[in-house]
């Protein structure tokens, strides 16, 4: 059973940056075929896509955040991880970790989620 | 970007009783050469990460119980639940992965009457 964990900070301070890694048991990061994506949810609100990375480092950024959104994959700890620089008390939210099988595709496992806070 | 507009934002139903929720996209998902809706429904309960419940609009993922189906194509889908349980109360999601930025439906809360 493929098991996705968050971990990183809750508490960030304004014009800091979030840094959160996803490790993954169960299943290996450096699989063909299956991309790791970030999705956040503001509190009480809907879901949104930050974007995904691939094994081989590949990439794709939502435009909404591409200025300040960085991910990575280490694969020989089976993680991978985002950044998101400059955040503000906008960027408090739940984060969720995901697995899709292809780059188009649903997101079939996901972690519990962390909830980050921003303060000022 | 594909904006998803489910509706309505909330639904009350009687135990037993169908529930239909609505999901809209402003473009079609529906990829010709495959002849496949890129569309999935995601379940999400309290304290809770988003399930996945039924991908390309309508193949039910493993474990979910058949009352949960899922219709439509090009624009216009349903998630649709025969006869509505206790445990159904969640609010759900649909969601376009056929173009990035994958984008998601702002969710149908779906209560007891």
């Known amino acids: 059973q493929v098991q996705l964990q968050e971990s990183g900070p809750r508490l960030v301070k304004s014009s800091q940056t979030l840094s959160l890694t996803c490790t993954v048991s169960g299943g290996s990061t450096s699989s063909d075929g299956y991309y790791w994506s970030w999705i956040r949810q503001h509190p009480g609100k809907g879901l949104e896509w930050m974007g995904y990375?691939?094994?081989?480092?590949?990439?794709y950024y939502n435009p909404s955040l591409k200025s300040r959104v960085t991910l990575s994959v280490d694969t020989s700890k089976n993680q991978f991880s985002l950044k998101l620089n400059s955040v503000t008390a906008a960027d408090t939210a739940v984060y969720y970790c995901?697995?899709?099988?292809?780059?188009?595709?649903?997101?079939?496992?996901w972690g519990q989620g962390t909830l980050v806070t921003v303060s000022s | 970007d594909i904006v998803m507009t489910q509706s309505p934002d909330s639904l009350a139903v009687s135990l037993g009783e169908r529930a239909t929720i609505n999901c809209k996209s402003s473009?079609?998902?529906?990829?010709?050469?495959?002849?496949?809706?890129?569309l999935a429904w995601y379940q999400q309960k309290p304290g809770q990460p988003p399930r996945l419940l039924i991908s390309?609009?309508?193949t039910r993922e493993s474990g979910v119980p058949d009352r949960f189906s899922g219709s439509g194509s090009g624009t216009d889908f349903t998630l649709t639940i025969s006869s509505l349980q206790a445990e159904d109360v969640a609010v759900y999601f649909c969601?376009?992965?056929?173009?990035?930025?994958?984008?998601f439906g702002q969710g149908t809360r779906l209560e007891i009457k």
């Open positions: 969601q376009q992965y056929y173009t990035t930025p994958i984008t």
């Open positions: 995901a697995r899709g099988f292809g780059n188009y595709a649903p997101l079939d496992y």
């Open positions: 990375i691939y094994y081989s480092g590949s990439t």
């Open positions: 473009q079609s998902v529906l990829y010709s050469s495959n002849n496949k809706n890129y």
């Open positions: 390309w609009a309508s």
